[in-house]
C-alpha cells in the first residue's frame, strides 16, 4: 500500500493543474456548507441568546384557573416550575392603563421581571412599581414610603367602584412598561390579593414550565408537540384552548423548529449535488490523458483496487488541502456576515418581530457573548465534503480501473462502439471544432449541463426577487397611502372594552371624524371600509380553523370586488339586498367544499349579541390582503342591516405626495384622541419590504455567486484538457499549415459553443423553473406575489459574466499554448 500511496503523491504533484481546480472546487463547497450550516444555526443562537433575555422563560400560561385547580396542578409532576399571578385590579388615570398584579417569587422569575433598586413585595400592603407612575401621579417617593393610589377591583369579568389604599413601596421596575402609551405595573403581594378578592372570584394566570418526559414516550421535541400538550393539561383542569396562552416567541426559540433544519438540509443537498457534479466533471474530463498511465500501471501487475486506490487517494489528499483553507475562511468570515445580515436587519420589524431585537442582536454579536463556531459543524462539515469527494470520484476511479492495459494503449475518450467514421473532403475551423466536440459527446454534454445548472438556479432566484417586488408587495398589503383604523382584537377578557362588539357602540370613527379626515389640506381621498366580526357555528363551531369575518364596503370598491371575483357571477346591487355573499377564495384552503351556490350559516357578532344569518355563496373572489381582510365580503349598505351600530372600521386615504408630509402629521395628530385609534402608512411596509428583500437578494446572490465559480473551475479544466490533451495533434496540424490565427479561432469556436449551451440551458430550462417557482408562490400567496416579471437585467448579466468569462479563458489558455514551441507540441505525452 506505500506504493500505492506514492504514486498517488506523485500523481498529486504531477497533475498540478488539474488539482488546483478541484482543489479551489472543493474548497469553495466548504466554504458554502460550513456557512449555511454556521449561518443557519448561529442566527438561531442569537435569536435564543435575545429572547431569553428580552422574553419570559414560561412555556404556556392558563387563564383563569381557580383557586382550587391552582392547588391541584401544584401536584402535577409534569411540571417543571409553576408561577402564580392575578390581575386583581386597575389603576384609575384619565390618559393612562395601570395594572395591579399579585405575583409569587416564581411568576415573578418567570416573567422576566427585574428590579432598579429594592426588592419584590413578600406581605401585606408592600409593592414594586416604576418611577414612571409616580410621575404620572405627580408623587414623589422613594424606598420605604407610603403612597396612596386610586384603584379598581375586578368583580364579574368588570370592574367595581373606585377605592383607594396606602402602599409601601419596597422597590422600582426596572425598565416602565410600554412609556409611550402609558402603559405602567404595579406589582402587589398575593397576600393583599388575597384579603381583597375573595376566593370564588379568584381567577389566575398560572405561568408553566413542562417537563421533558421523554422516557415516556412524550417528550416535547418541537413547539407544536408542547402546545398540544399544554392543552391537553388544560382540559384536565377546566381551562379551555382559547385560555392557553403559548409563549410562542420564546419557544420558538428554544424548541426545535423542524423548518429550520429542513431548510438547512436543502440547501446542504444543492450545494452537495453542485460540488459532486463540477468535481466530478473535473475528474472525468481529466481523465482521458491519464488513462493510458493507468493502463501502464495495469500492465506492471497493479490490480484494479489499486488503480482505483491511485484515483481516490489522489482525491482524497486534494481534499485534505483544500478543507482546511475552507474551514479556516468560514471561520474568519461568519462572524462579519452574520454582524451584517443583523445589521441589515436592524430597520426591519414586522409584525413577527419584536422592537429592537434585531439590535439586540446586534449588541450580543459585538459583545461576542454568542459563540458561533462548534465542533459538531466543523465535524458535519467535514463529513459533507468527504462525501461529496467521494461521489465525485466514484465513476473516476471505476473508469480507471476497468480498462484493460491493451485497451487503455489506445483509449482517446470517445465512445468504445465501433462506428463507420465520417470524413471530410476539405477541413475548416469550423469542422475542426465539430470533431473535437463530437470526439467526446459525454464531456461536452456533461459540461454544459454543470455549468447550466448552476445558471437555472441563478434564473430561478432571480424570477423569485423580480416577482417579489417591495413595491408591488407593499402595495398588495396595504391600501392607500394612510389607514386610521379601530385597534381592536377579541378574547380578552381583561380589555373587554377591545371586543369589536363593544368598540362598535361608541366608534371613533364617526362620520364626523371622517369628514374632519377629508378636509385636512393634501388628503385627496377618504374610502371608508367596515367589519364584523363572524363564526362558521356549522363548519367550526370551536373557531379551531379561522374565523367568518365580513367585511363591508363602500360602492367606490364595487370595480375592485367584482373584477376578483374567480368563481361565480355576482351582481352589485342583488348584493345589496343581504341574502347573497362573495367568498375570499382563501377560506376554501380549509372548507373546499364552500364553492359558489353553496349555503352557509355565519354567526354575526354584533352590539346588542349574536346574529345568526344563512347566505347564498355567489361568488368566490381572489383578493390581496391590502384589499381584503375578511373572509366574506358585502357592500357596507348590506353589512348596516345587521346592527345599528357603527361598523367602521378603517379609512383609507390617499394624499397628495407634495403635501404627504404636513398631511400625515395631522392625521397623526387626530388619530391620537382616542386610544382606540391606531395608524399605519404605505412608506412603512415598502420600508420593511426593501430592507428584507435586499437581504434576501443579498444572501441569494451570494449563495449563487459561489455556486457559479465552483462552475466555472470546471469549465477551465474543461478548456484546458480540451488543449492540452491535443498538443500534440495540434501541433502536427500546425506543421502542415495550421495557423496561429486559425487555432485560437478554434478555440474560441469551441468556446462559444459551451457559452451558447450553458445560456440555452441556464436561460431556456432556467426560465421555465423560475415561471414554475411564480405560479407555485402565487397559489400559495407568498410574499404577495401576485404579478410575473421575466428578470431581463439579471438574464442579460448572466450572459455577459459567461461570455466574458469564456473570451478570458480562452485568451489565457491560448497565450500558455503559444508559449511552448511546435517541437515540444509535437513531442508531448511521447
Excluded at 406 to 433: F, P
Excluded at 491 to 500: E, F, I, L, Y
Excluded at 646 to 656: A, E, G, M
Excluded at 745 to 763: D, N, P, R, S
Aim: overall charge negative.
Amino acid at each position: 500500500m506505500k506504493t500505492v500511496t506514492k504514486t498517488a503523491l506523485a500523481n498529486l504533484k504531477l497533475n498540478r493543474g488539474r488539482n488546483l481546480i478541484s482543489g479551489f472546487a472543493i474548497l469553495l463547497t466548504t466554504l458554502l456548507i460550513f456557512f449555511t450550516i454556521t449561518i443557519g444555526m448561529a442566527a438561531g443562537s442569537v435569536e435564543l441568546a435575545a429572547v431569553n433575555v428580552y422574553y419570559p422563560t414560561y412555556h404556556a400560561m392558563f387563564r383563569g384557573v381557580t383557586e382550587e385547580n391552582v392547588q391541584r396542578l401544584e401536584s402535577q409532576n409534569e411540571i417543571e416550575a409553576m408561577g402564580l399571578r392575578e390581575d386583581f385590579a386597575y389603576g384609575v388615570d384619565d390618559d393612562a392603563d395601570i395594572g395591579f398584579y399579585a405575583m409569587d417569587e416564581e411568576g415573578i422569575r418567570l416573567s422576566k421581571i427585574e428590579l432598579e433598586e429594592g426588592h419584590f413585595p413578600r406581605e401585606g400592603k408592600e409593592i414594586a412599581l416604576s418611577r414612571g407612575l409616580l410621575a404620572e401621579y405627580g408623587l414623589e417617593a422613594g424606598i420605604g414610603d407610603q403612597v396612596t393610589l386610586p384603584f379598581q377591583l375586578v368583580e364579574d369579568g368588570g370592574l367595581g367602584w373606585q377605592q383607594e389604599d396606602t402602599f409601601r413601596i419596597t422597590g422600582f421596575l426596572e425598565t416602565d412598561t410600554d412609556p409611550e402609551n402609558k402603559a405602567y405595573g404595579v406589582i402587589c403581594s398575593l397576600d393583599y390579593m388575597r384579603a381583597s378578592v375573595p376566593a370564588e372570584d379568584r381567577a389566575y394566570r398560572v405561568l408553566l414550565r413542562l417537563k421533558d418526559t421523554q422516557e415516556k414516550g412524550d417528550g416535547i421535541e418541537t413547539v407544536d408537540a408542547l402546545e398540544e400538550k399544554a392543552c391537553e393539561m388544560g382540559e384536565d383542569f377546566g381551562v379551555d384552548r382559547d385560555n392557553v396562552v403559548v409563549n410562542t416567541t420564546y419557544l420558538l426559540a428554544n424548541y426545535t423548529d423542524p423548518g429550520l433544519y429542513t431548510g438547512i438540509g436543502a440547501i446542504i443537498l444543492v450545494v452537495v449535488a453542485a460540488g459532486v457534479l463540477c468535481i466530478y466533471s473535473i475528474y472525468y474530463v481529466s481523465m482521458v490523458p491519464k488513462i493510458q498511465e493507468y493502463g501502464r500501471l495495469r500492465a506492471m501487475g497493479a490490480t484494479r483496487r489499486q488503480v482505483r486506490q491511485v484515483v481516490f487517494r489522489e482525491g482524497l489528499a486534494v481534499a485534505f488541502a483544500a478543507l482546511p483553507a475552507g474551514l479556516l475562511l468560514g471561520s474568519i468570515l461568519a462572524r462579519p456576515v452574520l454582524f451584517t445580515i443583523y445589521k441589515m436587519a436592524d430597520n426591519v420589524e414586522t409584525a413577527y418581530t419584536e422592537p429592537g431585537m434585531h439590535q439586540l442582536c446586534v449588541e450580543l454579536l459585538e459583545k461576542g457573548q454568542v459563540p458561533i463556531l462548534r465542533w459538531w459543524i466543523y465535524l458535519l462539515t467535514i463529513l459533507a465534503v468527504l462525501a461529496t469527494v467521494w461521489l465525485s470520484l466514484v465513476k473516476p476511479m471505476r473508469l480507471a480501473a476497468r480498462v484493460s492495459p491493451v485497451e487503455a494503449m489506445r483509449y482517446q475518450g470517445g465512445s468504445s462502439r465501433k462506428k463507420d467514421r465520417r470524413g471530410y473532403e476539405s477541413l475548416n475551423i469550423s469542422r475542426l471544432t465539430r470533431t473535437n466536440l463530437g470526439r467526446n459527446k459525454r464531456r461536452t454534454v456533461l459540461t454544459v449541463l454543470t455549468l447550466g445548472s448552476i445558471g437555472i438556479l441563478f434564473m430561478a432566484v432571480a424570477t423569485v426577487l423580480s416577482c417579489a417586488s417591495p413595491k408591488e408587495i407593499a402595495r398588495q398589503e396595504f391600501e392607500g397611502d394612510y389607514q386610521i383604523y379601530v385597534d381592536s382584537w377579541e378574547g380578552d377578557k381583561m380589555n373587554p372594552d377591545r371586543a369589536w362588539a363593544s368598540l362598535m357602540k361608541d366608534n371613533p370613527l364617526s362620520s364626523a371624524f371622517a369628514e374632519e379626515v377629508r378636509s385636512v389640506p393634501g388628503v385627496e381621498e377618504v374610502k371608508v371600509r367596515s367589519w364584523l366580526t363572524g363564526s362558521l357555528p356549522e363548519l367550526d363551531p370551536e373557531e379551531q380553523a379561522t374565523t367568518a369575518n365580513v367585511e363591508g364596503y363602500e360602492d367606490s370598491y364595487k370595480e375592485a370586488v367584482l373584477s376578483g371575483i374567480t368563481e361565480g357571477t355576482a351582481d352589485w346591487e342583488e348584493l345589496k339586498r343581504g341574502e347573497k355573499i362573495i367568498m375570499n377564495q382563501r377560506l376554501q384552503h380549509w372548507f373546499p367544499e364552500l364553492t359558489a351556490g353553496s349555503q352557509v350559516k355565519l354567526l354575526l357578532e354584533t352590539e346588542q349579541g349574536p346574529v345568526e344569518r344563512t347566505f347564498e355563496i355567489a361568488a368566490v373572489g381572489a383578493y390581496p390582503s391590502g384589499i381584503c381582510g375578511g373572509n366574506f365580503l358585502l357592500p357596507a349598505e348590506s353589512l348596516a342591516r345587521f346592527t345599528s351600530a357603527n361598523l367602521s372600521q378603517t379609512l383609507v386615504i390617499t394624499v397628495d405626495k407634495e403635501q404627504k408630509e404636513e398631511a400625515f402629521q395631522a392625521l397623526d395628530a387626530m388619530a391620537q384622541i382616542s386610544p382606540y385609534l391606531a395608524t399605519d402608512t404605505y412608506d412603512t411596509h415598502l420600508q420593511t419590504w426593501e430592507s428584507g428583500m435586499g437581504i434576501i437578494a443579498l444572501l441569494g446572490y451570494a449563495f449563487l455567486i459561489v455556486l457559479g465559480a465552483i462552475g466555472i473551475m470546471n469549465l477551465v479544466n474543461t478548456m484546458i484538457n480540451s488543449i492540452y490533451t491535443r498538443k500534440k495533434e495540434l501541433g502536427m496540424m500546425q506543421a502542415i499549415g495550421l495557423s496561429e490565427r486559425q487555432l485560437l479561432g478554434m478555440m474560441q469556436m469551441e468556446g462559444l459553443f459551451y457559452t451558447a449551451g450553458t445560456l440555452a440551458v441556464a436561460l431556456g430550462i432556467g426560465s421555465l423553473a423560475g415561471y414554475g417557482v411564480f405560479r407555485y408562490m402565487k397559489a400559495e400567496n407568498i410574499m404577495n406575489v401576485t404579478s410575473y416579471h421575466y428578470p431581463a437585467l439579471p438574464a442579460v448579466l448572466l450572459a455577459l459574466v459567461v461570455a466574458l468569462t469564456q473570451v478570458l479563458l480562452t485568451c489565457a489558455v491560448s497565450r500558455s499554448f503559444r508559449k511552448m514551441s511546435l517541437i515540444d507540441r509535437i513531442r508531448y505525452s511521447e
